[in-house]
């Protein structure tokens, strides 16, 4: 992978705090794998260290109760969740267990409101970072602002279905509800339009014998994992190029109401089907 000059290419990382998901840490370590790349950076941010727990908890407590009013139906299923174990995929471990992620540089920092939904970036920390090849998205929730032009290639960003014709959250739900036999996972260069960036890389992977939402979100994730070096080399490689897609799919958000009944339905249905898949053995094995 060959960037502008012969120099190695330096990556920046986005992240909530110190401990990421492992699907995460996976994803990053097949691209500190390329001998071309460093990850010379990680941006964690510093809101998500509050040494006053209490004021933590209650903010917490704010949201969540937030939630439930804005969405009461949809926070039960989050309620069953919580009573789940934690996919392997989505358990924590630290970023530093990278090899060759240690030695970056730490920088610590508190994102900026803008609107209901956007961060920006202190200008002090986009400085430090604006000489980087390539910023990688994993924290820091939707970002616009100078972060998306300071790093010579733009920012990175993974989104769970083909942002042509699924955009929002959640990732892969909105295709298992609507009966898809395939979705799309997209790494995308962002701009300020929500999941309506340049496609660097996409993937398609099929859905149509998978009977629940958790198992598509363990197979999207999956293919996420092996993503990174093709995103990054569709930017810098000059026989390589982004997609500008024609158009943009539509922007679902949070489920309510009937689509919530629905889902409750077909996924314990699909539950139901792999417990007797499980059990039973096909029609003349014995």
């Known amino acids: 992978m060959c960037g502008a000059s012969d120099s190695k290419l330096e990556i920046a990382v986005l992240v ?23 990850i010379t950076h990680v941006v964690i941010n510093n809101g998500n260290n509050v040494s006053d727990y209490r004021r933590e908890w209650m903010a917490f407590a704010r949201d969540a109760l937030e939630r439930i009013r804005a969405y009461p139906l ?17 358990r924590h471990v630290r970023i530093d267990s990278i090899e ?17 939904f956007w961060n920006t970036f202190p200008g002090e920390i986009v400085d430090r970072i604006e000489n980087v090849d390539v910023v990688v998205r994993f924290g820091f929730g939707m970002i616009k602002g100078r972060i998306l032009e300071a790093p010579e290639y733009g920012v990175l960003s993974y989104h ?37 960036g340049e496609i660097a890389a996409l993937e398609v992977i099929d859905i ?16 996420a ?9 569709s930017l810098t490689d000059p026989e390589k190029a982004v997609e500008h897609p024609d ?5 679902y958000s949070t489920p309510t109401g009937w689509a919530v009944v629905r889902y409750v339905f077909k996924n314990t249905r699909g539950r139901i089907r792999n417990y007797i898949s499980d059990r039973v053995p096909p029609l003349g094995h014995e």
């Open 225 to 233: 994992e092996g993503m990174l070096p093709p995103a990054v080399r």
């Open 74 to 90: 949809w926070s039960l299923v989050g309620v069953a969740r919580l009573l789940t174990p934690t996919p392997e995929y989505e």
């Open 160 to 196: 769970p279905g083909d942002i042509r014709a699924y955009r929002g959250q959640p990732g892969g739900f909105w295709e298992f509800l609507d009966g898809e036999d395939e979705m799309g996972v997209t790494v995308q260069r962002l701009n300020e339009t929500l999941d309506g």
């Open 16 to 38: 909530s705090d110190e401990s990421i998901e492992k699907w995460q840490r996976n994803a990053l370590a097949t691209l500190v794998a390329e001998p071309d790349i460093d």
């Open 208 to 223: 149509k014998e998978v009977n629940t939402w958790q198992e598509i979100k363990k197979k999207a994730f999956s293919t």
């Open 247 to 251: 158009e943009i799919g539509a922007l």
């Open 100 to 116: 060759g992620v240690s030695n970056a540089e730490r920088l610590f920092c508190s994102p900026q409101s803008e609107g209901e």
